[in-house]
């Protein structure tokens, strides 16, 4: 993946233009069994000591060249090829960003898509900080189905992920919800994901399904419309919180 790609289009965002401050690795520390990019194969070890980043720089480089191509867009997406926040200079990245969308992009609205799990960093809150919108994953409300969804190569859980969200202004959550081996829409998960939303308490909720096989865990599947629209009921019958519901796109 380039540092500066696209146009991609999104359900969520319109046209937008993609950063990835990672480089050519995935780089994350979830391994999260959907991931449309396969398996995480760096460790955190070799991440924090050896891992190589794109320079500033280079990235402020592509930026530029990419708005050559005067190619419209509707927003600037920080995600790349993993998790943005585990970029060492994050904050003077959101800087630099936030800087070039004045400069090249008046207007348009910046979005980091995040796990969440870095917010002990004073770094990524204050990078955070800097985007319009700061999408964070919530899959699990529980400790036992957060490390079988997302798998995570750092110590995290429930507890120190709530006590670094509330560190933010304010968030949307994004959930993915899927069946097959591992089934995050039984009854027990949701009422515990419905409880966790209710401590986040988030500005927007996206909820959506699988929309590729996962290269992780092949039998996953995604889940039908009625699933989404029930889980989203439930959610706003026990908290009163609304949930933009995203199905899979009808064929033809």
């Known amino acids: 993946m380039e540092l500066v790609y696209g146009p991609v289009t999104s359900h969520r965002y319109g046209t937008t233009l993609g950063v990835n401050l990672l480089g ?104 955070l900080g800097l985007a319009d919108e700061r999408v964070i994953k919530i899959d699990a409300g529980n400790d036992s189905l957060l490390q079988k969804v997302n798998d995570p190569l750092i110590r995290i859980n429930m507890a120190k992920f709530l006590n670094g969200v509330h560190k933010l202004k304010d968030c949307t959550v994004q959930s993915l919800f899927f069946t097959g081996d591992i089934d995050n829409t039984l009854n027990e998960a949701i009422e515990d994901w419905i409880e966790v939303l209710g401590m986040v308490k988030p500005k927007t909720i996206q909820i959506c399904t699988l929309t590729r096989p996962s290269k992780t865990l092949p039998s996953l599947k995604a889940v039908d419309e009625d699933t989404l629209y029930s889980i989203a009921f439930k959610l706003k019958k026990r908290t009163g919180l609304e949930a933009n519901v995203f199905p899979l796109p009808q064929a033809g």
Not at 38 to 63: C, E, H, Q
Not at 114 to 125: E, I, M, R, W, Y
Request: charged share 25%.
């Open 24 to 127: 050519r690795e995935k780089v994350c520390s979830y391994n999260c069994v959907y991931c449309g990019l396969g398996p995480t194969s760096l460790t955190m070890n070799k991440v924090r000591k050896d891992y190589i980043f794109p320079s500033l720089d280079d990235l402020r480089d592509a930026f530029r060249q990419y708005i050559k191509k005067s190619v419209p867009v509707d927003a600037v997406v920080v995600s790349g090829n993993g998790e943005p926040t585990l970029y060492p200079e994050f904050d003077e990245a959101m800087r630099m960003i936030h800087h070039l969308r004045e400069e090249h992009l008046p207007g348009k609205k910046i979005v980091v898509l995040t796990n969440g799990a870095h917010l002990d960093s004073k770094k990524a809150v204050a990078g």
